[in-house]
T-cell receptor, first 115, second 112 residues
């Protein structure tokens, strides 16, 4: 079965600092991996997606994530945080080869950006 | 392009009252459809998913039910709401396995 662990329910950084949000997954087959962002009282928006084409995936708003199979990780990074990055971030995994399209989500990480 | 709608945006209901939340998708056919609930501090909980008209799979036992009367319409219902049903309800769709899920704007439900 698939599962996702997001280390740290809350992360705080200063504006301009590196953002690092951690995600580890478990999957019995090569997975598809996703990062979503959620602003208050809104739905989830896709940041980026890994589908085995390249291990380093670039997304919107300057975010990127690296797939590391040996570490079963898919950490999200951004070199320089902006105030507008403050939101909740969710990592998700989908089982590759499955006939279903369901995703398994982590519990989320709330990112706070200090001026 | 595809769009997903949810309504109402906000709902306040008394305990024991019925519930009907609607989700519709435009611009695609035969989507997979999903209902999630977010309760404070508890992340996203998958409630139901559907791969076709009349096909509903339930993830957790509860007093909620779902129906898919049309290809692009997904309805979440309850006969009698509980306080614990309060939360933010999100509908999502995707074309199939391994594909990105696209989320609606959500419905905030408060049961008093």
């Amino acid at each position: 079965a698939q599962s996702v662990t997001q280390l740290g329910s809350h992360v705080s950084v200063s504006e301009g600092a590196l953002v690092l949000l951690r995600c580890n997954y478990s999957s019995s087959v090569p997975p598809y991996l996703f990062w979503y962002v959620q602003y208050p009282n809104q739905g989830l928006q896709l940041l980026l997606k890994y589908t085995s084409a390249a291990t380093l995936v670039k997304g919107i708003n300057g975010f990127e994530a690296e797939f590391k199979k040996s570490e079963t990780s898919f950490h999200l990074t951004k070199p320089s945080a902006h105030m507008s990055d403050a939101a909740e971030y969710f990592c998700a995994v989908s089982e590759g080869g499955s006939t279903l399209g369901r995703l398994y989500f982590g519990r989320g990480t709330q990112l706070t950006v200090w001026p | 392009s595809q769009t997903i709608h949810q309504w109402p945006a906000t709902l306040v209901q008394p305990v024991g009252s019925p519930l009907s939340l609607e989700c519709t998708v435009e611009g695609t056919s035969n989507p997979n459809l999903y209902w999630y609930r977010q309760a404070a501090g508890r992340g996203l909980q998958l409630l139901f998913y559907s791969v076709g008209i009349g096909q509903i799979s339930s993830e957790v036992p509860q007093n909620l039910s779902a129906s898919r009367p049309q290809d692009r319409q997904f309805i979440l219902s309850s006969k009698k709401l509980l306080l614990s049903d309060s939360g933010f309800y999100l509908c999502a769709w995707n074309p199939g396995a391994g594909e990105t899920q696209y989320f609606g704007p959500g419905t905030r439900l408060l049961v008093l």
